[in-house]
């Protein structure tokens, strides 16, 4: 099926998602929760792709939740612990989508312009590398409309930018423009247009697909690991990590290609197959 909140297309093994409802300031509502999960699972299971840069359209990169998606297609009872321990598998179905991107077997480069707010935040947290234009600013908006944030902001955030920033953001609801973002370090670089953003996205992009990919795919789990372990831990990890993944072949072939001057020529990724689709005959 086709989708109808992105546009997903793929070039030199580099995929490009692209929140494309600029008329609604590319809210999340149900659509946009069930095509996302199915576009990131089909990238995880497929191991074309090398990369993902994910970029949105419009003044905004997203004004995150859609709020009248909860006023009608979804009830949050909290008149009975049934109701409220029901909101608790919904959050975690949700979350599951985000921690998508952060599971992913490739690299993932979120673009940002304009607004990055409420559930948006939560998104692109989830990514690798985020990029933005000069007029971006990052909102935790859920407690001016007051509740908690739910899905992964209060829980990666922490991880990227001091904690006494994020205390600031979560309790006052105020703006992080694109200027201080650059300074915590929540993103990488910050550009003067959306055009040169995007190119710089799909540019970072290109030159990590032209790296083994199992070798991508073995510094993103080890860089994830060590986040949350010891380093203690984490050497060891490591340890199997490498031992598990280690190629003679991608090693001279990386040399060689630097040598010539040319792209190294290295295997992709194997396809997944879901054991609950494998034919039982």
């Known amino acids: 099926m086709t989708p ?4 997903l297309d793929s070039t030199d093994q580099v995929a490009h998602l692209v929140l494309n409802r600029p008329e609604a300031m590319n809210t999340m509502h149900p659509t ?11 990238l995880h299971r497929n191991g074309s792709a090398r990369a993902l840069v994910i970029s949105s359209t419009g003044k905004h990169f997203s004004a995150g939740m859609a709020l009248e998606t909860f006023a009608g297609a979804i009830a949050m009872d909290d008149q009975s612990p049934e109701g409220r321990a029901a909101m608790f598998d919904m959050l975690t179905d949700m979350q599951s989508t985000f921690s998508k991107i952060e599971a992913l077997r490739i690299p993932v480069i979120c673009a940002i312009q304009g607004g990055c707010i409420g559930g948006a935040v939560d998104m692109v947290t989830a990514a690798c590398i985020r990029y ?8 935790i908006q859920e407690i001016n409309i007051g509740m908690v944030a739910d899905v992964g902001t209060l829980q990666r955030l922490p991880k990227l930018i001091p904690f006494a920033v994020v205390k600031e953001l979560a309790y006052t609801g105020r703006r992080l423009p694109a200027s201080r973002a650059l300074a915590y370090g929540l993103v ?11 190119s710089a996205a799909l540019q970072c992009a290109k030159e990590i697909a032209s790296k083994p990919p199992i070798a991508i795919w073995g510094t993103k789990q080890a860089v994830t690991y060590a986040r949350d372990h010891s380093v203690e831990d984490s050497l060891r990890q490591m340890g199997w990590l490498q031992g598990a993944i280690w190629s003679n072949q991608h ?14 020529q290295f295997t992709s990724l194997a396809k997944l197959q879901s054991f609950k689709e494998l034919d039982a005959g």
């Open 4 to 7: 109808t909140c992105f546009t």
């Open 32 to 42: 946009f929760w069930r095509e996302l999960d199915d576009i990131l699972s089909e």
């Open 132 to 139: 933005a234009t000069a007029d971006a600013f990052f909102c």
């Open 188 to 198: 990488n670089e910050v550009f003067e247009t959306p055009e040169a953003m995007l």
């Open 251 to 264: 090693v001279r072939e990386s040399i060689v290609a630097l040598k010539d001057k040319r792209a190294g």
